[in-house]
């Protein structure tokens, strides 16, 4: 089995960090990198016995399936994915020098590329610090690797990244990378009768939002995503494509205006979801043309990927109010006439019938009362395969799910020349008063209609019972995982470059005040304060590696460095011991030069143990016996040369 030192460690940190980067996509490459990670560890510590092994047949086998996944259609990072665990295996079981090790570091640095495209969360960003720090001490010199040269590795690593971050460019935007192939069904611009039936159960983030306590007192907001307009009978489809567009903000917003903040997960459709009346949009530094609306009230931007904006909105959050005074003209209010040509005529019978007589908001109600107390609220509907949903419905099983209520109170408004479309969206939300942030789940997914009402406009109305609340809250462990989600976009993922000037500014004139001065030319950029903070941070660095050093000198160890006289000789003598360790020899520290020459001599025996002692004491006659260093350093390369001649192979 092999040593295990420091730059051992190093490795399979590096190691371990990109497999389990893999774990993190959501593919078959979990289960991949699970039986990767342990057979890695067996083949690590049992190498010599796993070197006979045919490894040009499993080789041959492995990439004889991967071609085969590629034929049935399997994703190219998740077969790309496999290759390198496969590779990394090989690696570990084969591996017979030093330098196959950095084949096998290269192998984790793609791997961490290809769990990148999937997403880069806070478990992926605290698996790349791991990588980041392993790698320096994987391949130092061996040495030179003790106990303080691992712990400095690691501080200035840590401290290096942290600079970088804070420093280094970054974006100018608040858009966040995400992945884009994540759609939400039912939100498209048609969708199919049915179409919410697989969110209503899965409880994955689709956004979240920071508000006003007193928008949430005002009950179950409703988050708005899609209208769409056109009924065929079974699917619903949005007429009204969307258009370059931009809220102004006025000079000032109206008293009872909301500001909301909403960080979106990554979907397809690149829906903006709002709720109240927005009155302004802002998505940060989003491209040009990018922000769109349609002439029913639905925002949408490009960029389908996670992204953050905020929101202005005027009340009403919820059902009964007018959202909408005149959105979309008549054309929205024609086209929220339109009903299918073979409409079973029982559906306007029932709408005459459950209407009645009165003004358009009194027959409204009615027939929403209609459905909220003659009907039933399911998550599983038993339609699969009815070419007449909504008449299944209506007339035969009683009960669904928001959107065959929506479906159905649409169609019958209409029946009754009252314009009418549906909305998918979300309703509620699960709030956390600790962080005041409203996390919304596919599972809240909800459908509701719009109904043009004269002198009023656009009506919310929501005929569906409940809604209907979601099957299952997520335990404390996902809590607390969404909590460190939304603390890793919230402070990471969004720091963008206006956040960097913003800190940087207001660390330099932190620093002003506490020393009591302040900058006076430079149009207020507080370089002094900056200057104080590097030449403190320049204080403190010294100050820490002082310490580190002396942590490493007072601890010693078989890996600590060896003490060497300046010179050529001194160098070429340092170069043969670190060589030696390279190749699995570990002369104890404690030893000088002549007496750790004669322990290689005694323990692994040949001429590279002898031009060891023969150079050990051309280190003395230069160190000790002031000889000349430039004389004696052709001889010193040469027995350098003899012991180099040693490989891992050769020793005993």
Sequence with gaps: MRGLDARTVGTVAAIGAGLTALGLLDSPLPWVAAVAVVATALAWGLSEHLRGLPWAVLTAGVVGGLVGAAWWGVEPPVLLGALLAYLQVHRAAVAARARDQ????????LMLVVAAGGGVGPVFGLLALVWAVALPVALLPPGAVGFGTVVRVAVVGV??????????????GSTLGGPSDDQVIGFATEVQLGDLDSLLVDPAVVFRARLDASALAQGPLHWRGIALDAFDGRAWTSTLPPASA????????????????VIREAMAEGILFTTGRPVHVDVGDAPAGSLAADWQGGWFLQDPGRVRYELVVLPPFGTGGAWFADEGG???????????????????ALARTQAGA?????????????????????????????????????????????EYFAASLAVMLRTQSIPARVVNGFVGGEHDPATGWVTVRRYHAHSWVEAHLPGEGWVVVDATPGPGAPVAAPSMWARAREALDIW????LLAYDRTDQVEAMVGAGETVEALWGRSTQVMDGVPWRGW?????????????????????????????????????????????ARTHLAGQGIRVPAALPPVAAAQWVQATHPGAHADALLQLAWLYYDVALGGASDAERAARARQLVGTVRQLQVRDVS
């Excluded at 950095?102 to 640095?109: G, T, Y």
């Excluded at 054309?331 to 306007?348: F, K, S, T």
């Excluded at 890793?488 to 402070?491: A, F, H, I, L, P």
């Design 488 to 491: 890793w976009v919230d402070q």
């Design 246 to 261: 931009q809220l102004q903000p006025p000079a000032r917003f109206r008293v009872d205006a909301v500001r909301i903040e």
């Design 102 to 109: 950095r084949v096998s570091l290269l192998l984790s640095a």
């Design 159 to 172: 401290a290096a990244g942290a600079v970088l971050f804070v420093l280094g460019p970054r974006p100018a």
């Design 358 to 402: 009165g003004t358009p908001r009194e027959r409204l109600e009615r027939l929403a009362e209609h459905l909220r107390t003659r009907y039933a609220y399911t998550r599983r509907p038993a339609d699969a395969g009815t070419e007449e949903p909504l008449d299944a419905f209506l007339f035969e099983r009683r009960s669904g799910h928001c």
């Design 330 to 348: 008549s054309v929205a209010v024609q086209r929220a006439l339109q009903l299918p040509a073979d409409l079973d005529p029982r559906i306007g």
């Design 531 to 575: 200057l104080l903070l590097a030449g403190s941070w320049l204080v403190l660095g010294l100050g820490l590696w002082g310490i580190l050093r002396a942590i490493a000198r007072r601890r010693g160890g078989a890996g600590a460095p060896v003490r060497v006289v300046k010179g050529v000789v001194a160098r070429q003598h340092a170069r």
